[in-house]
């Protein structure tokens, strides 16, 4: 049998299915590694052992009696502390949350119980999903599994590194601009940023709401087609979630062909600032789609230079707003300040939020005041819909646009910590799919080798509105020619012997490794 | 203050200086709309519940919680727009107006700015005055702050998110009492079309005064807002103060008491306003468009929906009240006053044939009767008895099958029982006994005795024998018919 | 800086503070002040981009008229909402006692 942090979801749930484990030893050796690897990479903010354990022998009793497994039976599951659990602290990473426990559970979350997912714990992410490195919790980054000393990206950075390091093989981060696809490049997993609307928002802690989207971390492409399908569909809880069934994977007759498929190359995508490993490493992969049946186009996306300044514009209008209810009055911190109701409001916000989301809050307060919208919040829109208006021109011609997904593989802690524009930079690539609203996946597609340690590339994969089954199906063709995503980082095979409870039924492997399909 | 000016046609006219000026009045009005449920969530609201126990995570603003509007609340308020001949914009969109306070739990309030539902509009006064609207729109209530409790001030979120149409007139009213007719005609449409209570005790309707003084053809003075005027003499009151307290500022010859733009709070006890902020830059409401809610459209269909909807106007009812049924002002200004009664009356109207017959016996009888505690019922809404009921019991009176007296009982009857007319006169023996035996029989027994009532008679006196009608009656429980009486009562005098 | 006509850095972001209800340090005022020009100086690009005639784009969401019938859901009880609250007294939410009125903006 294969180890746990070997096994993709898919086949982890047949292995439970099969009888090869039971659910209780899955998650007493899940635990097992978040005791030998959490503390070194610090990915949860809270774990939820005991609540796991008693679901988990709920589970094997429910097996036991003949009932059908859901699509993520036992399969355990990290979530983004940004998400909500009713009962389970939410706390975005930020001090002004600490100790909020939701009254209510998200809508998604509800529907990964629904399908026998057991939650693990709530993950360490940028305060509010603001920043790019996890250097914004207030609780202290999380380390990148392949070099602890660099970050792993964000702001969905622990549950990218629990999927990374083998704790989970799925996990929710949420991505406004690039905090899953970033984070999912710089740790060599799957990470899908959805079209806009595909996943209820209900229940995920607004940071740019036309912007945020659940989006699920993983080793496999059938594992994020799994997670979508369980994820997707209408809610009426979430005005802007459209009105369809989950998402089906398409069906090709020959899933390793891309036989009839145009793919865009936008020149903007490769610019000067892109490090020559991540250049090298996405050509490559091009030259492999290629290979595989795809016709390569040049395009162009003239507007990407301007994402940057609408996005920011955007999401910090929008999270301003968003972030006026953390008042001290219903939930949260509260500090007394003056002794009058402004000035608690004031002292609290001042005392509760960080440095960044109040850089933030600023720049989002400006942009909506008296005097200013017209030059940048009303601006912005309207250079969203010229960003938006690049993405619908070019797919008239191709089925997806690829190209990096972050323009340098993982930096070091610290390195940009003094200078938000060079980190706002880190998002070059991912905002314009952003803004558009349109789904975006990165794909890990190799390594470049800094300070003797290798550090993995992703690479992006973006479709037109709703084309989220036509990048999966990309994705899954360069998955079936690739062996990128099976490389685990060095820790994650460091991680203690298993529980000897889970090694009883070594004998019957299901043959797995990592995400390779049968 | 307000004694000081003498008010003739237009504008006030300064005792002290004899200047006429002139009011520039507009209103602000919020009324809750009738709902079952909350704007954007499916909480109920009830006035007067327990603290925060009719709240959930989006109307207490939860992390991660969000609005799903109710679309009974969108229909009552297109109905308003329809009832009030305003413009109903084929979309709309709703906008966040971004400001701290402890009763709004999201640090916004969602409502809308540059896409309003609706645009233009208005009502006629019974003056005849045009009131002119600048628009509608749709929001969310705040909840509830309560300063006057302990040394904390307390927060009830149970009326947060409560649906509100606040509707903006032009500045067109130029009086107080003109102030009061409007809020009173449209308190009767929305009441009239089910779009609000208005109860105006229990904060369905809300309303902010705007008002300026200026010189009779000289530019309008600073506008003044009284907020939270919360009846309509109040605002009547609240007016009346800030009109004369305006005059007197600019007639002192002191600049720095000149009226500013300022906001003003009205004290209902010593009926003045006072002060509540003067910097209005420090407002920025950072209007943006609510990213959480898409856009709504009002296509033709639920426009006419919702028009179909629609009763007479008030105005319309009691005019054809008046011209077509020939009732009086009076019995006509009753009936319409309550939509209910007048659907009634109509009713009961138009299966009898006679109007005036049934509108005298509800503005009469009914309405008395709600007011006597044997009878139980209080309202229309209550009352079991059903218009035809009504319309039956005036033909019995008018086929003289009943008396007047009787039908007084049996309408009460039918009020607390509902069962029909014609059951109850069987069941109480209320028809007139038309048997001149029997009649013959009560009119013997009464005129023994009585000499002198048939000797006057006789002398051509024949108003002499009212003195007898009574006992006859009460004799017969009420059931003759007094017409036969009195001709028996002539025919046995003549004989005798 | 160009992008702050009415003030200096340091008065903009002290003005943008107060409006945001963030009880800034004068340190933090300064620091803040001179990485808030350094964004919009950034950002200026914006300002340089030909955006005539094109209508904003108001959300990613294409998705319109989305309506909830007036059905009522169950409330939460008040001590379940009032659980998360850092002061309460009995079933209300407590602050700081203040002045106002409902709705009351001040």
């Known amino acids: 049998m294969s180890a746990l942090h070997e096994l993709d979801a898919t086949a982890l749930r047949n292995s439970i299915q099969k009888g090869e484990r039971s659910v209780r030893e899955t998650i007493l050796e899940t635990f097992a590694r978040v005791d030998a690897l959490d503390p070194p990479l610090h990915m949860f903010l809270n774990t939820q052992r005991g609540e796991a354990l008693s679901r988990a022998a709920e589970l094997d009793q429910r097996l036991a009696a003949g009932e059908r497994p859901g699509p993520l039976f036992g399969v355990p599951v990290a979530l983004k502390a940004n998400m909500c659990l009713a009962g389970v602290e939410t706390n975005c990473g930020s001090r002004i949350l600490g100790g909020y426990r939701p009254p209510y559970t998200a809508t998604f979350v509800q529907r990964l119980l629904d399908a026998g997912a057991i939650v693990v714990g709530m993950t360490n992410m940028d305060e509010f999903a603001m920043g790019s490195s996890s250097e914004n919790s207030a609780f202290g980054p999380t380390r990148n599994p392949w070099d602890p000393s660099r970050t792993p990206g964000g702001s969905s950075s622990g549950s990218a590194v629990a999927v990374a390091a083998g704790i989970v093989p799925i996990a929710l981060g949420s991505d406004t601009g690039g905090s899953v696809r970033q984070p999912a490049a710089l740790c060599g997993i799957y990470g899908f940023k959805p079209t806009y609307g595909r996943v209820s928002r209900y229940g995920l802690v607004a940071f740019g709401s036309s912007l945020d989207q659940v989006s699920p971390f993983a080793r496999s492409v059938r594992d994020i087609e799994l997670a979508m399908a369980v994820l997707s569909g209408a809610d009426e809880n979430d005005s802007t979630c459209f009105d369809e069934p989950p998402l089906q994977p398409e069906q090709p007759a020959d899933p390793g062909s891309l036989a009839g498929i145009r793919i865009g190359v936008p020149k903007e995508y490769f610019p000067a600032v892109l490090a020559g490993g991540v250049r090298e490493r996405c050509e490559a992969a091009l030259a492999r789609l290629s290979e595989l049946g795809a016709e390569l186009v040049e395009v162009s996306l003239p507007h990407t230079d301007y994402a940057i300044p609408t996005y920011y514009v955007v999401a910090t209008a929008e999270a301003s707003s968003n972030l006026a209810r953390y008042d001290g009055v219903r939930y949260g911190l509260r500090v007394e300040g003056d002794g009058s109701l402004q000035g608690m409001f004031a002292a609290t916000r001042e005392k509760g939020f960080g440095p960044e989301v109040k850089r933030r809050i600023l720049l989002g307060t400006y942009v909506l005041s008296a005097g200013y919208y017209d030059a940048w919040y009303g601006r912005a829109l309207k250079v969203r819909a010229l960003l938006a208006r690049d993405f619908e021109r070019v797919f008239e011609k191709v089925d997806v646009v690829v190209g990096p997904t972050s323009p340098t593989a993982a930096f070091k802690l610290g390195e940009k910590a003094d200078d938000p524009v060079a980190m706002y930079l880190c998002d070059i690539l991912t905002t314009p799919v952003s803004l558009a609203g349109i789904p975006g996946l990165s794909v890990p597609v190799g390594f470049v080798e800094e300070g003797g340690k290798k550090l993995p590339v992703g690479m992006q994969i973006a479709g037109p509105w709703k084309g989220d089954a036509r990048v999966l199906r990309v994705a899954r063709a360069y998955e079936i020619a690739s062996e990128y995503h099976k490389a685990a980082p060095p820790m994650a095979t460091l991680a203690p012997p298993r529980n000897p409870a889970a090694a009883k039924n070594a004998s019957t492997g299901e043959g797995a490794t990592r995400g390779a399909r049968a | 203050m307000s004694t000081t000016q003498e008010k003739v046609g237009i504008g006030v006219v300064s005792e002290k200086t004899g200047v006429r000026w002139i009011p520039v009045i507009g209103l602000e009005v919020h009324c809750q709309l009738d709902t079952r449920t909350k704007l954007f969530c499916g909480c109920e609201y009830r006035f007067g519940a327990p603290p925060n126990s009719l709240t959930c995570p989006r109307c207490t603003g939860q992390p991660g919680a969000l609005p799903v509007l109710n679309r009974e609340a969108l229909a009552l308020a297109v109905r308003t727009a329809l009832a009030l001949g305003a413009e109903v914009a084929p979309w709309s969109k709703f906008d966040r107006k971004n400001y701290f306070y402890c009763d709004l739990p999201k640090g916004y309030q969602i409502s809308q700015y540059d896409r309003p539902f609706c645009t233009g509009g208005g009502i006629t006064l019974p003056s005849g005055k045009r009131v002119r609207l600048t628009r509608i729109h749709l929001e969310e209530d705040a909840g509830k702050a309560i300063h006057d409790r302990g040394d904390t001030t307390l927060v009830d979120l149970n009326r947060s998110s409560v649906p509100l149409i606040e509707s903006v007139t032009e500045a067109d009213l130029e009086s107080p009492q003109e102030a009061y007719d409007y809020l009173t005609a449209l308190k009767e449409i929305l009441q009239y079309i089910g779009a609000s209570r208005c109860d105006m005790e229990k904060g369905e309707l809300r309303c902010d005064v705007n008002v300026s003084v200026h010189r009779e053809g000289e530019p309008w003075g600073a506008k003044v807002e009284v907020k939270n005027v919360n009846s309509f003499r109040f605002v009547q009151q609240a007016l009346e103060h800030e009109i004369a307290r305006q005059i007197e500022a600019c007639e002192s010859g002191d600049p720095s008491r000149y009226p500013v733009q300022e906001t003003r709070l009205f004290d209902g006890g010593k009926g003045v306003t006072r002060t509540m902020r003067t910097k209005e830059s420090a407002h920025d409401y950072r209007y943006f468009a609510e990213p959480d809610l898409p856009p709504v459209h009002v296509d033709a269909a639920f426009l006419e929906k919702q028009r179909s909807f629609l009763p007479e106007m008030p105005a319309l009812r009691r005019e054809r009240y008046q011209k077509e049924m020939g009732l009086s002002p009076y019995d006509a200004g009753v009936l319409v006053a309550d939509r209910a009664l007048a659907d009634f009356f109509e009713m009961a109207a138009r299966v009898s044939k006679k109007p005036k017959e049934c509108a005298n016996w509800i503005t009469n009888e009914v309405l008395r009767a709600f007011a006597e505690p044997e009878i139980g019922v209080k309202s229309v809404d209550e009352m079991l008895m059903k218009p035809a009921d009504l319309a039956e019991m005036v033909d019995l009176i008018h086929r003289g099958v009943i008396h007047n007296n009787a039908g007084r009982q049996l309408l009460r009857a039918m009020m607390r029982t509902g069962k029909p007319a014609e059951v109850l006169v069987e069941e109480m023996g209320l028809a007139q006994v038309q048997d001149t035996g029997q009649i013959e029989s009560w009119c013997r027994e009464a005129l023994a005795g009585k000499d002198k009532i048939v000797a006057d008679v006789k002398a051509g006196k024949p108003n002499a024998i009212n003195a007898l009608l009574g006992p006859v009656m009460k004799a017969s429980g009420g059931k003759a018919n007094p017409q036969a009486v009195r001709e028996t009562l002539l025919r046995l005098i003549e004989k005798m | ?106």
Do not use: C
Not at chain 3, 7 to 12: A, F, L, N, R, Y
Not at chain 3, 65 to 94: C, I, K, Q, W
């Open chain 3, 1 to 106: 800086m160009a992008a702050s006509p009415h003030g200096s850095p340091i008065e903009t972001v002290r003005k943008v503070a107060d409006l945001a209800r963030l009880d800034l340090a004068d340190a933090e005022e300064e620091a803040l002040a001179l990485q808030f020009a350094s964004i919009l100086e950034h950002f200026q690009v914006l300002a340089r981009l030909d955006v005539s005639g094109v209508e904003g784009m108001l959300g990613a969401s294409r998705v319109d008229d989305v309506l909830r019938e007036d059905l009522p859901r169950p409330s939460l009880p008040a001590g379940e909402m009032l659980r998360n609250a850092p002061a309460h007294t009995a079933d209300f939410y407590s602050v700081p006692k203040t002045v106002g009125t409902a709705g009351g903006e001040m």
